[in-house]
C-alpha cells in the first residue's frame, strides 16, 4: 500500500490547540504516514537572526538558547505527564541546544559565519520539532519513528543555503529506509550533501523536502495542512469574498506560488509533475474524521468559467533596467551581465527585453549588489543603468489564458479606469499565467479592481 506524505508547517505549530490540532489529524489518518514537519513558529527567524546579533556579543547566545528552551519546555509539559518521559525528551532537547551554543560560540569567536555552519545553525529548528512531535507521538502510544535525512540517505547537489534533491542517489535509500508500516516523523528543510553535510532546501524548503520524499517513495498523494483554504482567487487578507479553487494543475500551481502565493513553495511542484503524484491542500482549523481537500492539485486541472482562477501578486520584485539605444543590436550584453549574476549568485526571475532597454527581475534583496556588479562591467552600449524599486508583481493565473483574447484587454481596462500606471507588461511566456509591474502603493486597488472585473 502507497503512503501518504503529510507535511506540517510552522503556523500549525504555534501553540497547545496548534499541536493538538497535528495529533488529532494524524490520528484521523488511522495508517501509515510519512510527517515531515518545519520549525515551530518563529523559530527559524530566531536563529536566521542570531547569525548576525551573537557576532559581537557572546551572552546573546547563552539568552537565545535559553528562551528556545522555555517555549519547548511549555509545549512538552502540555503534552507528556509522566515526569520520566518528560524529563528524558527535555534532556535530549537541552543536548541539541548544547550543540546550538557551540556552533554559535565558534562563529563568535571566528567573527564570520561559514556556510556550511550557517546550514547546520538553521537545521535545528526542524530538528528540535520533529523530535518532540515523535516524542508525544510516542507518549500517546502511537507506533511511529524519528528518521533524520542523514539516516534516511536523502541527499543534495551540495549547494548549500539552497540545495536541489540529487534523485537518482536519494531514492532507493529512502525508499527502503521508510518502507515499514508505520508512523516515519522526517525533519523538513535539509538534506545532506555526498560528503554528509547538511545543506538547507532554501527558505521555507520543508514543502520542497515534502515533496522530494513523495517522490522518492513514490507516494499516494503530498498533503500540506495549512491554516487557510486552500488556493483562493486573491489573498482573503486584501479580498474578503474570495473564491475556493478545488482543482489546479501542476502548472498553475506553479505559477501562483511562483508569483506570491504563500500556500505552497514554488518548488513543490517540481518533484511530483513527472510522476503525477496529486498534492492536496487542507486547513488545520477545519479537521474532522473525514479528511476533504479544500484544493487539490495534479496533471488534469480544468478550465474555469472565468479562464482566470486567482490573481496573486508579491512585493518581492524589482528591476533593474539596461537603457542603451543599441541594446538590442549589439551582441553578448545578456550573456556577460547573466554569467556575471551567475558568479555571485544572484537570481535572475525574468528578463524582459525592448530594443532599448533590458529589464532583469531580482528579488529585491539583490537589487543593490546586482547594480553594483553590472556598473561595474562596463557595458559599452548601455548608457544608463537604473535600480526600479518599490514595486509589485501583479500575476493573473489559469488554464487556457493565452487562448483567450479577452483577458488582457479587461485586465489593462481596469487598471487605466482605476488610474494605475503599468510599468512592465510580460504576456504569452507562461501558458496560464500574465503578469505586470506597478508601483507597490497601488497593489491593492490593483487586486480589488482585477477581482471585482473577474470574479464579481
Given at each position: 500500500?502507497?503512503?501518504?506524505?503529510?507535511?506540517?508547517?510552522?503556523?500549525?505549530?504555534?501553540?497547545?490547540?496548534?499541536?493538538?490540532?497535528?495529533?488529532?489529524?494524524?490520528?484521523?489518518?488511522?495508517?501509515?504516514?510519512?510527517?515531515?514537519?518545519?520549525?515551530?513558529?518563529?523559530?527559524?527567524?530566531?536563529?536566521?537572526?542570531?547569525?548576525?546579533?551573537?557576532?559581537?556579543?557572546?551572552?546573546?547566545?547563552?539568552?537565545?538558547?535559553?528562551?528556545?528552551?522555555?517555549?519547548?519546555?511549555?509545549?512538552?509539559?502540555?503534552?507528556?505527564?509522566?515526569?520520566?518521559?518528560?524529563?528524558?525528551?527535555?534532556?535530549?532537547?537541552?543536548?541539541?541546544?548544547?550543540?546550538?551554543?557551540?556552533?554559535?560560540?565558534?562563529?563568535?569567536?571566528?567573527?564570520?559565519?561559514?556556510?556550511?555552519?550557517?546550514?547546520?545553525?538553521?537545521?535545528?529548528?526542524?530538528?528540535?520539532?520533529?523530535?518532540?512531535?515523535?516524542?508525544?507521538?510516542?507518549?500517546?502510544?502511537?507506533?511511529?519513528?524519528?528518521?533524520?535525512?542523514?539516516?534516511?540517505?536523502?541527499?543534495?547537489?551540495?549547494?548549500?543555503?539552497?540545495?536541489?534533491?540529487?534523485?537518482?542517489?536519494?531514492?532507493?535509500?529512502?525508499?527502503?529506509?521508510?518502507?515499514?508500516?508505520?508512523?516515519?516523523?522526517?525533519?523538513?528543510?535539509?538534506?545532506?550533501?555526498?560528503?554528509?553535510?547538511?545543506?538547507?532546501?532554501?527558505?521555507?524548503?520543508?514543502?520542497?523536502?515534502?515533496?522530494?520524499?513523495?517522490?522518492?517513495?513514490?507516494?499516494?498523494?503530498?498533503?500540506?495542512?495549512?491554516?487557510?483554504?486552500?488556493?483562493?482567487?486573491?489573498?482573503?487578507?486584501?479580498?474578503?469574498?474570495?473564491?475556493?479553487?478545488?482543482?489546479?494543475?501542476?502548472?498553475?500551481?506553479?505559477?501562483?506560488?511562483?508569483?506570491?502565493?504563500?500556500?505552497?513553495?514554488?518548488?513543490?511542484?517540481?518533484?511530483?509533475?513527472?510522476?503525477?503524484?496529486?498534492?492536496?491542500?487542507?486547513?488545520?482549523?477545519?479537521?474532522?474524521?473525514?479528511?476533504?481537500?479544500?484544493?487539490?492539485?495534479?496533471?488534469?486541472?480544468?478550465?474555469?468559467?472565468?479562464?482566470?482562477?486567482?490573481?496573486?501578486?508579491?512585493?518581492?520584485?524589482?528591476?533593474?533596467?539596461?537603457?542603451?539605444?543599441?541594446?538590442?543590436?549589439?551582441?553578448?550584453?545578456?550573456?556577460?551581465?547573466?554569467?556575471?549574476?551567475?558568479?555571485?549568485?544572484?537570481?535572475?526571475?525574468?528578463?524582459?527585453?525592448?530594443?532599448?532597454?533590458?529589464?532583469?527581475?531580482?528579488?529585491?534583496?539583490?537589487?543593490?549588489?546586482?547594480?553594483?556588479?553590472?556598473?561595474?562591467?562596463?557595458?559599452?552600449?548601455?548608457?544608463?543603468?537604473?535600480?526600479?524599486?518599490?514595486v509589485t508583481l501583479i500575476a493573473l493565473v489559469g488554464k487556457g489564458l493565452s487562448h483567450n483574447h479577452s483577458i488582457a484587454g479587461r485586465?489593462?481596462?481596469?487598471?487605466?479606469?482605476?488610474?494605475?500606471?503599468?510599468?512592465?507588461?510580460?504576456?504569452?511566456?507562461?501558458?496560464?499565467?500574465?503578469?505586470?509591474?506597478?508601483?507597490?502603493?497601488?497593489?491593492?486597488?490593483?487586486?480589488?479592481?482585477?477581482?471585482?472585473?473577474?470574479?464579481?
Amino acid at each position: 500500500m502507497k503512503k501518504i506524505v503529510v507535511k506540517f508547517g510552522g503556523s500549525n505549530l504555534k501553540d497547545k490547540d496548534g499541536m493538538e490540532k497535528i495529533l488529532q489529524t494524524i490520528k484521523n489518518y488511522n495508517q501509515p504516514l510519512v510527517i515531515v514537519v518545519s520549525a515551530f513558529y518563529g523559530i527559524t527567524n530566531l536563529l536566521s537572526d542570531a547569525l548576525t546579533t551573537v557576532l559581537d556579543d557572546e551572552k546573546k547566545i547563552l539568552k537565545l538558547t535559553k528562551s528556545i528552551m522555555k517555549l519547548k519546555q511549555d509545549v512538552i509539559n502540555d503534552f507528556i505527564f509522566s515526569v520520566e518521559i518528560r524529563e528524558e525528551v527535555l534532556e535530549e532537547i537541552s543536548k541539541m541546544l548544547k550543540q546550538l551554543e557551540r556552533y554559535l560560540l565558534g562563529i563568535y569567536y571566528i567573527g564570520d559565519v561559514p556556510l556550511f555552519v550557517e546550514d547546520i545553525i538553521l537545521s535545528y529548528g526542524e530538528r528540535m520539532s520533529s523530535y518532540i512531535l515523535k516524542s508525544i507521538l510516542s507518549y500517546q502510544g502511537v507506533d511511529c519513528e524519528l528518521v533524520l535525512p542523514e539516516d534516511m540517505g536523502l541527499y543534495t547537489d551540495g549547494d548549500f543555503g539552497n540545495a536541489t534533491i540529487n534523485y537518482e542517489k536519494s531514492k532507493e535509500f529512502v525508499s527502503n529506509r521508510l518502507s515499514d508500516d508505520k508512523i516515519y516523523i522526517v525533519p523538513g528543510f535539509y538534506g545532506i550533501s555526498k560528503d554528509n553535510k547538511i545543506t538547507l532546501l532554501g527558505r521555507g524548503g520543508s514543502d520542497y523536502s515534502a515533496a522530494s520524499i513523495a517522490k522518492c517513495i513514490n507516494a499516494k498523494s503530498l498533503d500540506i495542512w495549512k491554516d487557510v483554504n486552500g488556493f483562493l482567487s486573491a489573498d482573503p487578507k486584501i479580498i474578503p469574498n474570495t473564491i475556493q479553487i478545488k482543482k489546479l494543475d501542476y502548472t498553475e500551481a506553479a505559477e501562483l506560488s511562483y508569483f506570491g502565493a504563500k500556500v505552497l513553495h514554488p518548488r513543490t511542484i517540481e518533484p511530483l509533475s513527472n510522476d503525477n503524484i496529486p498534492i492536496r491542500i487542507f486547513n488545520i482549523n477545519k479537521t474532522d474524521s473525514d479528511i476533504k481537500p479544500y484544493s487539490i492539485i495534479d496533471s488534469e486541472g480544468e478550465v474555469s468559467k472565468e479562464v482566470i482562477k486567482s490573481v496573486t501578486y508579491s512585493d518581492d520584485f524589482c528591476v533593474l533596467q539596461l537603457k542603451g539605444p543599441g541594446v538590442g543590436i549589439k551582441p553578448g550584453i545578456l550573456a556577460k551581465v547573466t554569467s556575471d549574476f551567475d558568479n555571485y549568485k544572484i537570481n535572475i526571475k525574468t528578463v524582459i527585453t525592448a530594443q532599448t532597454s533590458i529589464n532583469f527581475l531580482l528579488a529585491k534583496k539583490d537589487l543593490k549588489r546586482a547594480f553594483n556588479h553590472t556598473k561595474n562591467l562596463k557595458l559599452g552600449a548601455v548608457n544608463e543603468i537604473v535600480p526600479i524599486d518599490n514595486v509589485t508583481l501583479i500575476a493573473l493565473v489559469g488554464k487556457g489564458l493565452s487562448h483567450n483574447h479577452s483577458i488582457a484587454g479587461r485586465t489593462f481596462g481596469t487598471m487605466a479606469r482605476e488610474k494605475i500606471n503599468v510599468k512592465i507588461i510580460n504576456s504569452g511566456a507562461s501558458e496560464v499565467a500574465t503578469y505586470f509591474i506597478i508601483d507597490e502603493k497601488n497593489t491593492k486597488l490593483a487586486i480589488s479592481a482585477i477581482h471585482k472585473e473577474f470574479f464579481e
